[in-house]
């Protein structure tokens, strides 16, 4: 192009991208950048809701974020404690959506299997129902009177669990509801990964007498490698943000045990009015997330070095 | 761990391994059967995987719909009922003639101000997301690389940190409580989502096209919108998607910024409707209302699921 028109060619390029860029750049400096950088200056201030629309807040340095580190008396919430929960909900999450989406990826994909196709309905099936519904139909099936699960326990004699009372019933709550919403998206994905694998691959690592178990080490693994890295990765910074199921299902319960960054962050805001503790407090989220994900990124490339 | 703790694991893992080595004795007898056999264990096991699986999918699903369709709508169960005795369609009669419990709110306006605000949403987002991933796929400029970057670490900062200054500043445009403020606020939310998917798609259409159609005397603007926007369906529907999804059933932002309930949505009726929160409706009401929203887009997540898996795995991530 350069060669065919000149250097006047290249600045009209040049010219004609910005022009493409021009509307969704200033949609998101107003809307995006300009209230995360409000954001930003909030983070140091004493922001609450009689700043919103009189009085101006008052510079108070990194207060905000030596009270979430040390636990000030006005806050309800040990910050390392709420961290340590995202990361074992994250990773107890991850476990079961990948293990339970390949798994039945790899069942879906026997020769021989009647029913494929009414499997793969029913299955998928709860990545097509909306998040926030999804998480409002749970919060009733764990309701202590009334939800499915303690009535079906009634019905069988056991007496109903308080599930969001203790740590252990509202996590496994939790738990259960992202595993239901999580599964089929993986699942989904494995499925795609699976067919591209030739069937040559295992026909001939069956002559060579490979048991099957060693087959699935050695072709499907590596082969479903490339499809499900990505997935993965979308799926731990999704569950780790997960703000739909904690909010709604468990809120927190019992005394904010479930409560996970991003939740943690929205009771700043409200009901509390914290504006300014909850925006340190995102600005250590983004820290943390920005940090996993180069992590994340790191050990992918090691492992495509390897 | 302490040493008990190691000796029940250690006898949990021998017991196990007793119960795989019984099936495995059995098959390994030379008999007329035997290879059959081996063949039907693995598909019979498979079927029960599935079933239970399949069980525990549908579940949730299929006891919203028996509260629905439960012609003894009661307030709140007190006992589990899967299969209603007989079907009535009274709880959506209801829940439409009175969604809310503000008085002379109608479903209608609930639905239009959801119609409203997830087309907006759409509309936005698709028109600013094409051009700009257009320009990021086609063109080479100065901030290139840095634009597409500094989305990818937009969407890390947390959206409640934003409520606050966004609620100053729409506020201070005038426009805070209306449906066309929020539903301005939501497309610059999907942006970074909508300009990477395009981008990855828009990636993987033949440059050549363009240039034959460029030479013919078409310009720039006339080919991506004649040949590059239609061979784009598939990214430009998931996308839209995306959009809809978000002003369709989005919560915390509508509850924060609008203040009218004439401006109020469908997804905000369902909220007060639930478990604790819920004084007055029924739960069969509840159920309904879950059916109604859910519907649009279950039909369109399943008829568009192969674009959708697709696009968030190649496009949005691997760019």
């Known amino acids: 192009m350069k060669f065919l028109f000149g250097k006047g060619a290249q600045a009209d390029m040049t010219r004609l991208a910005y022009l493409y860029i021009a509307p969704a750049a200033v949609v998101m400096a107003f809307i995006t950048f300009y209230p995360m950088l409000y954001g930003v200056w909030m983070a140091f201030t004493d922001f609450g809701p009689q700043h919103i629309r009189h009085q101006n807040p008052h510079f108070v340095g990194l207060a905000n974020f030596v009270a979430i580190f040390s636990q000030a008396k006005y806050l309800d919430f040990n910050f390392f404690q709420v961290m340590g929960f995202n990361l074992l909900w994250t990773l107890a999450n991850l476990v079961f959506h990948v293990s339970l989406g390949v798994g039945l990826a790899l069942l879906l994909n026997m020769e021989g299997l009647r029913g494929k196709r009414l499997y793969r309905a029913m299955l998928i099936l709860p990545w097509a129902v909306p998040v926030y519904v999804t998480a409002l139909v749970w919060r009733n099936m764990f309701d202590a009177q009334s939800g499915a699960l303690n009535l079906a326990l009634k019905s069988l004699g056991i007496p109903g669990v308080e599930w969001m009372s203790h740590f252990g019933t509202a996590f496994f709550a939790v738990l259960m509801t992202n595993i239901w919403l999580g599964f089929p998206f993986m699942m989904m994905v494995a499925s795609g990964g699976l067919q591209a694998i030739p069937k040559d691959y295992y026909e001939a690592a069956s002559l060579d007498g490979a048991s099957p178990l060693t087959q699935f080490w050695n072709i499907t693994v590596p082969m479903l490698k490339p499809t499900m890295v990505p997935a993965i990765t979308l799926g731990a910074i999704w569950t780790f943000n997960n703000f739909n199921v904690i909010y709604f299902v468990s809120k927190g319960d019992p005394f904010g045990q479930t409560e996970i960054l991003v939740t943690q962050a929205y009771k700043l805001v409200d009901p509390l009015g914290m504006y300014g503790v909850a925006s340190a407090f995102s600005i250590l989220i983004f820290f943390i997330l920005l940090g996993l994900t180069q992590l994340n990124m790191r050990l992918t490339r090691t492992l495509e070095e390897a | ?319």
Request: proline share 6%; glycine share 6%; net charge neutral.
């Open chain 2, 1 to 319: 761990m302490s040493d008990t703790e190691v000796q029940v694991a250690q006898t949990a893992v021998s017991q196990m391994e007793l119960t795989k080595r019984i099936p495995r004795a059995g098959g390994s007898e030379p008999s007329a059967g035997s290879a059959k056999l081996r063949k039907l264990v693995p598909i019979a096991a498979a079927h029960v995987i599935l079933i239970a699986m399949s069980l525990f999918s549908i579940f949730p699903v299929w006891w919203v719909i028996a509260m629905a369709l439960d012609p003894n709508s009661v307030s709140a169960p007190s006992e589990l009922v899967l299969i209603p005795k007989g079907v009535s369609f009274e709880s959506f009669a209801r829940v439409i003639a009175n969604p809310t419990e503000i008085e002379g709110l109608s479903f209608w306006t609930l639905l239009w101000n959801s119609v409203l605000l997830s087309a907006g949403t759409t509309a936005i987002g698709i028109a600013l997301g094409a051009t700009a991933a257009y320009a990021f796929s086609r063109f080479n400029f100065p901030g290139r690389k840095a634009g597409l970057m500094s989305f990818l670490v937009l969407q890390m900062f947390p959206a409640v940190a934003t409520i606050a200054p966004l609620y100053v500043l729409l506020s201070a445009l005038h426009v805070r409580t209306s449906l066309i403020g929020l539903a301005i606020a939501y497309a610059a939310g999907t942006l970074p989502f909508a300009i990477w998917n395009l981008k990855g798609y828009f990636d993987t259409v033949p440059k050549d096209l363009e240039e034959a159609a460029l030479i013919d005397g078409c310009s720039q603007s006339q080919a991506f919108i004649q040949i590059i926007l239609p061979l784009a369906a598939p990214a430009l529907a998931v996308t839209a998607l995306f959009g809809f999804m978000t002003g369709w059933t989005e919560i915390v932002l509508a509850w924060t910024m609008l203040e009218n309930p004439k401006t109020f949505t469908l997804a905000m009726a369902l909220y007060g409707m639930v478990g604790q929160y819920s004084t007055t409706k029924p739960w069969s009401e509840f159920a309904a209302m879950s059916i109604i929203i859910s519907m649009p887009v279950v039909v369109v997540m399943l008829l568009l699921q192969r674009f959708i898996v697709s696009g968030l795995t190649n496009g949005a991530v691997k760019g």
